[in-house]
């Protein structure tokens, strides 16, 4: 069982480059999310959705984008990538109960130069 | 809105020494979920706990044990007689119940001596 699985785990880009981060999740979890960790200020919601075909903004969603065609996938789109973009990502699945725990991937730690 | 602070940014202690790791949280729901997550130097989150707002019990886990007290919005976590692979950064979270989720504290960083 994999569990979430982020690719890539590292990525370097040039400010103006457009990139998919990818985040697949093999436990038929309902909801799913993106979060960026930067240093002092914990994980914020950028984006997520509650089922296929559904999505929504989070704390911090400007400059990225999603879509969720499947169960499994959940991808984020930087459009146009900046500086302020560097972060590490992670993308996370729930079944959607509050009683239960999100399971996180490993991370990406993207730099944008 | 939904708030959660970690006021001690970063903890050092030596190895067996106890360490209790602040949260405070805000949040206007009367249902809500609190969690703790651990993010090793490898970088991955571990999920510690879960805490219901209806459950205001303490709870211990080995050399871990939380202290849960509404009155005060807290949900303290101790680590006792800590040990090098305690060291880590922990993070409190908060879910409310729409939506599903999760708000951070900045999270603490916590190191641990031999």
């Known amino acids: 069982n994999a569990g979430v699985t982020q690719t890539p785990k590292f990525q370097v880009l040039k400010t103006g480059q457009s990139m998919t981060l990818q985040c697949a999740q093999d436990m038929n979890h309902e909801y799913m999310s993106w979060y960026r960790q930067d240093p002092g200020m914990g994980l914020r919601l950028i984006h997520y959705?509650?089922?296929?075909?559904?999505?929504d903004q989070g704390e911090v969603p400007n400059g990225y984008n999603v879509s969720r065609s499947t169960t499994e996938d959940f991808p984020l789109r930087l459009l146009s990538a900046a500086p302020s973009q560097t972060s590490v990502y992670f993308c996370?699945?729930?079944?959607?109960?509050?009683?239960?725990?999100?399971?996180f991937g490993q991370g990406t730690r993207l730099t944008v130069v | 809105a939904q708030k959660v602070t970690q006021a001690q940014t970063e903890i050092s202690v030596v190895e067996k020494e106890d360490v209790t790791l602040d949260c405070v949280y805000e949040t206007r729901d009367t249902t809500y979920y609190l969690f703790w997550y651990k993010q090793p130097p490898s970088g991955e989150l571990v999920f510690l706990i879960r805490r219901n707002s209806f459950d205001e019990q303490n709870e211990i886990s080995g050399r871990y044990s939380w202290n849960f007290q509404k009155s005060t919005s807290s949900f303290n976590f101790t680590i006792t007689a800590s040990q090098v692979v305690d060291s880590a950064v922990y993070f409190c979270a908060l879910i409310k119940a729409a939506g599903n989720k999760l708000t951070f504290g900045g999270g603490t960083r916590v190191l641990v001596k031999p």
């Open positions: 996370a699945s729930s079944w959607g109960d509050l009683n239960t725990e999100a399971f």
């Open positions: 959705s509650v089922g296929a075909g559904i999505t």
